[in-house]
């Protein structure tokens, strides 16, 4: 079956610091792969993609991903944590199995929590 | 340009009540997708339009719930004889074509009391 995992419900980081989200992947065939982030109270905001090519995908907010093939990996990370990055992180895979195989499905999130 | 909107932005109902949640998608978007998350969750899929017509319903729960989008805009998920076990936060998203990243508005809670 299609999934994806997320296996910390919380990270904690301090401010300056760098940062890493886990995210691992089980699809059939080549995955479409995605990171979203939501705020309290406001909807889910795309932050990168991994589609094809470069295994390093960058995003907003100085976000970035590493696809790894091998490892069924697509953790995010950001060299220098902020404050106002303390949010909720869902990954998300595209369902190619559907009717139209476009759907997304998503971890349960990660919420992230930077002090300063 | 303007983002994803979706209204309204808390809907209190009753159990057996029928609800209309409605999404207005960003402009020239052609794919439009109902989500719902529940407490704790990451959103799950319900439907997607791609134009009119819906081109994948797999994710809708059961036959009280129907979306439609009849001029290729907005659409209205709606909801007959609600229960309990329907609140959740229903999240619209548009794309502008079924390989694109898709945008979220800041969805609809919903309470069934």
């Known amino acids: 079956a299609q999934s994806v995992a997320q296996p910390e419900d919380q990270v904690n980081v301090a401010e300056g610091n760098p940062l890493t989200v886990k995210c691992t992947y089980s699809?059939?065939?080549?995955?479409?792969l995605f990171w979203y982030v939501q705020y309290p109270n406001r909807g889910l905001q795309f932050l990168l993609k991994?589609?094809?090519?470069?295994?390093l995908v960058k995003g907003s907010y100085g976000f970035e991903a590493e696809f790894n093939k091998s490892q069924t990996s697509f953790h995010l990370k950001k060299p220098s944590a902020l404050v106002s990055d303390s949010a909720l992180y869902f990954c998300?895979?595209?369902?190619?199995?559907?009717?139209?195989?476009?759907?997304?499905?998503f971890g349960k999130g990660t919420t992230l929590s930077v002090s300063s | 340009g303007a983002g994803v909107s979706q209204t309204p932005s808390n809907k209190v109902t009753e159990k057996g009540k029928y609800v209309e949640l409605r999404c207005d998608p960003i402009?020239?978007?052609?794919?439009l997708y109902w989500y719902r998350q529940s407490l704790g969750q990451g959103p799950e899929f319900l439907i997607y339009?791609?134009?009119?017509?819906?081109?994948?319903d797999s994710g809708l729960p059961n036959d009280r719930f129907f979306a439609v989008r009849p001029e290729g805009s907005v659409s209205t998920l709606k909801i007959q004889r609600t229960e309990r076990g329907d609140s959740a936060v229903y999240l619209c998203?548009?794309?502008?074509?079924?390989?694109?990243?898709?945008?979220f508005g800041p969805g609809t809670r919903l309470t069934v009391l």
């Open positions: 339009f791609q134009g009119t017509g819906a081109a994948d």
């Open positions: 699809v059939s065939g080549n995955p479409y």
């Open positions: 402009s020239g978007h052609t794919a």
């Open positions: 998300a895979v595209r369902d190619r199995r559907g009717q139209a195989g476009t759907a997304l499905i």
């Open positions: 991994y589609i094809t090519g470069d295994n």
């Open positions: 998203a548009s794309s502008m074509g079924r390989d694109n990243e898709q945008f």
